[in-house]
């Protein structure tokens, strides 16, 4: 990458300094151009940057510090919210929820995406292939929030099409947006419907990018079907599991559309996550200061995973 | 040695054809079962949508539109200001994507082809944003906004917005791919750091705009979190807002008029699925690979 940089750059400043033959004025006049250049093109992105989101990076960490609810002027409180946070049993549910549900629906996600995108890789007529892709990736087109609409119906105990056609196979009625449990349940498939067409497009890639050759060698060894993927396609197949599962793991923990739509974090606390509490204490309880408290929490969660995976990567991951 | 060799490519095909014609007969029914799953949702949402509203919670369920009935639609527009909603999510999203692209370009652009003090660190800051989640940057954006005047305006939903990490990095890789002699000849014909950037790379660089644009449309088209926060007057929401309050505001009642709504909502969507769908996946994509 150094190389390819380096390269553009290093033709790129000879011409500025060439004319300095032809005569002093234009030279003076590029030299001058070509150091404030850069940062005009740079300045939009950078400044815009700066404001919208170093800044606020900055302002909420020390916002974590102050009680604040915008009327009245703010007081410093050292780490009471963090304390208050911490011990807030709506928040501890919460974070809790968040787990669960990010281990789950990536589990889900991911195995999911692996095994359809192994199908669909294999030999297939090329027209159905397209199709399948198409499809696959069809929800990620679509708003979380309009999913959620219409999963909303469709979860409905009484009226909904999945328990009529639970009730076709003879399972009772499940009381999915009234329980606990069935609230959960919901939340996580109607995510990873939606989402685990970009795993599956993220695991036809890395597929693709195995050679052929490989299998070959492999099923001349006597690998077939289930053992060839396992001993073939699983470790090299592990980079693009790591990257997969890394993002996979970031979005889920920021989950905050679909709970929100479906269920409003109900029944009681059992479908709320980190972000629906960051909203809420921020946006309807107007403690702003607790509110900063959890994101940074929540910010300090995602880099310790995703600091972890790549260490365990380090480990797993066999790179060709 | 011959013989060898003859009876492991007579035999061998043989075997592994007859046991491919059944597997991929099973791989296909797995597939198309999944693809029932994926796509039955939302034809049921758009063949409900067609049907009259006292008929929302029919059983058993009707996946395909017969004898479609736009009560719904009509519907829809008496008691839903879509009209507005589109006018507003087209404007945030429209501006957001050609601010996104023209911001993107010239930064990314600097990143390839300029050379200036500390551009490899400000480039790692650049990439160090992206892993920090909106929703831990929100509440300072907020107050920000709240500060300037700005807050429940279309205004405090674009803004912030154009400045793009991903999108400036897009644009490097893409600008990186093409060559730096084109700099240097450019030069030679006399044209102004400007000129060469205005006149022969961004031409080129049209597929990774095309690319950024339409990961900017598709993102912020469906966006929920930050219209929720930023506009509370009615006419100031998004589609996906007004459409939430609308299943919020009507009973289960009428369904297929908050089915019509979602349904007209996801056509722009669509449009980008049938026109850019390998632009789209080509984005998503980008900077995952090795």
């Known amino acids: 990458m150094s190389t390819a940089t380096s390269t553009p750059t290093g033709t790129g400043s000879e011409p500025g300094r060439k004319p300095a033959h032809k005569g002093g004025t234009t030279s003076k006049r590029g030299r001058v151009q070509q150091r404030w250049l850069p940062w005009a093109f740079l300045a939009p992105t950078i400044v815009g940057m700066g404001i919208f989101t170093l800044l606020p990076i900055v302002a909420s960490i020390a916002l974590a510090f102050f009680r604040w609810d915008i009327i009245s002027a703010p007081t410093f409180v050292g780490f009471d919210n ?60 679509l708003s979380a929030a309009s999913v959620s609409i219409f999963m909303r119906y469709l979860f409905n105990e009484q009226f909904g ?44 890639g890395g597929l693709a990018s195995i050679p052929v050759e490989t299998y070959e060698a492999a099923s001349i060894d006597g690998a077939t079907g ?58 309807q309880r107007l403690e702003f200061g607790q509110a900063s408290a959890i994101g940074v929490i929540l910010t300090l969660i995602i880099m310790a995973i995703t600091a972890a995976q790549f260490r365990l990567s380090k480990r797993f991951v066999f790179y060709q | 040695m011959t013989t060898i060799q003859e009876r492991v490519t007579t035999t061998a095909p043989i075997v592994t054809r007859k046991k491919r014609d059944w597997s991929v007969a099973v791989r296909v029914a797995v597939l198309l079962i999944a693809s029932v799953f994926v796509l039955g949702p939302v034809l ?8 009259p509203p006292s008929e929302s919670f029919k059983l058993p369920p009707a996946f395909l539109p017969l004898n479609p009935d736009l009560t719904s639609y009509t519907q829809v527009f008496k008691q839903l200001n879509i009209v507005a909603l589109v006018v507003n999510s087209a404007l945030v999203t429209g501006l957001i994507a050609v601010g996104q692209m023209l911001t993107a370009a010239l930064a990314g652009y600097a990143f390839a082809h300029l050379r200036f003090k500390g551009r490899g660190a400000l480039f790692s800051i650049v990439l160090a944003t992206m892993m920090v989640p909106a929703q831990v940057t929100i509440v300072p954006v907020f107050m920000l906004i709240r500060g300037v005047g700005l807050s429940d305006t279309l205004l405090a939903l674009i803004i912030p917005a154009i400045p793009t990490a991903f999108g400036t990095f897009l644009m490097r890789q893409y600008f990186m791919g093409l060559p730096g002699e084109l700099a240097e000849a450019a030069a030679i014909d006399g044209a102004s750091p400007w000129r060469t950037f205005r006149s022969v790379y961004a031409p080129l660089a049209m597929p990774g705009l095309a690319i950024v644009g339409i990961l900017a449309f598709n993102f912020h088209w469906n966006e ?19 459409l939430v309050s609308l299943q919020g505001n009507l009973g289960t009642g009428s369904i297929s008029v908050v089915l019509a709504g979602v349904v007209l909502s996801m056509i722009p969507a669509l449009v980008v699925f049938m026109f850019g769908q390998r632009a789209l996946q080509d984005g998503l994509t980008a900077g995952t690979g090795k």
């Open chain 1, 226 to 283: 289930f053992r060839k993927h396992f001993y073939v396609t699983l470790p090299l197949l592990s980079p693009t599991t790591l990257v997969a599962s890394v993002m996979a793991i970031i979005n889920a923990l920021q989950v905050f559309d679909q709970p929100y739509v479906l269920t409003r974090g109900g029944p009681g606390d059992s479908t709320r996550t980190a972000v629906m509490v960051i909203f809420e204490s921020a946006f």
């Open chain 1, 161 to 204: 099409v999945v328990n009529w056609m639970l009730s076709l196979v003879g399972i009772p009625a499940v009381p999915w947006l009234t329980t606990p449990g069935g609230s959960a349940a919901v939340v996580i498939l109607v995510y990873v419907w939606q989402n685990f067409g970009f795993s599956f497009l993220l695991f036809i």
């Open chain 2, 224 to 242: 929920f979190f930050r219209p929720l926060i930023m506009t509370i007057s009615e006419q100031n929401f998004t589609l996906p807002l007004g």
């Open chain 1, 82 to 141: 963090f304390a208050e946070v911490v011990q807030d049993p709506t928040v501890r549910v919460s974070f809790l929820n968040t787990i669960v549900f990010v281990v789950v629906a990536v589990a889900l996600q991911l195995g999911l995406a692996l095994g359809l995108a192994i199908m669909v890789q294999e030999k297939l007529p090329a027209w159905l292939r397209v199709f399948f892709r198409s499809a696959f990736f069809f929800p990620l087109i």
């Open chain 2, 44 to 51: 049921w949402t758009l063949s409900t949508s067609l049907r």
